[in-house]
Every structure is written in C-alpha cells, then in structure tokens.
C-alpha cells in the first residue's frame, strides 16, 4: 500500500522500502529519514489510560526508547506513528 501510494504521489523513486527485521539489519542501514510505526501492543492498547512507550515492544532490546535509540543510528530524521493515549511526558 505504501508503494501504491509513493507511486500516485510521485514520490516512488526516491523512497526505498526495506521489508526485514529491524534488530538484524539496522547496522547496515543508513539513511535521511525513518519512519517507525512499531507494535504498540494490540488491538487492546486503547483500553489503556496511557500509553507507555517504555512498555512497547518490552520483548524486543530494552522496549521503545531502545528500538528509538537503534533507529537513531539510522537517520538524523525520525516520525515515530505513536497511539493517541501515548503519555505525552515521554515524548
């Protein structure tokens, strides 16, 4: 969908998409921009009052400020998509 999209943009020769896991090809990334939109925890994150980004992907390096320090070694510039109920003192 995310190339059906750059595609009807224009855009679609300047974005490379890269399908793999992120903990075993991070050290050969480089980049300008990354955008991150990693598994907040299920359907069920909204029954949460807050959201803790610490908490997500707790399975995976260390949590979410972990894999935001990895995707750091990629690129200067970072969206991160985050849930709405995302405690805004983290951020």
């Known amino acids: 969908m995310a190339r059906h999209n750059a595609e009807i943009y224009g855009v679609a020769d300047k974005i490379e998409f890269i399908v793999g896991d ?9 980049a300008d921009v990354v955008f991150m939109s990693p598994p907040w925890g299920g359907p069920k994150y909204s029954q949460t009052k807050s959201y803790s980004i ?3 992907c707790s399975d995976h390096v260390g949590g ?3 894999i935001f320090d990895i995707v750091k070694t990629i690129a200067p510039n970072i969206a991160f998509h985050l849930p709405k109920n995302t405690n805004i003192l983290e951020v």
């Open 22 to 30: 992120i903990f075993k090809i991070y050290p050969k990334l480089k």
């Open 54 to 56: 610490e908490t997500m």
């Open 64 to 66: 979410g400020f972990r």
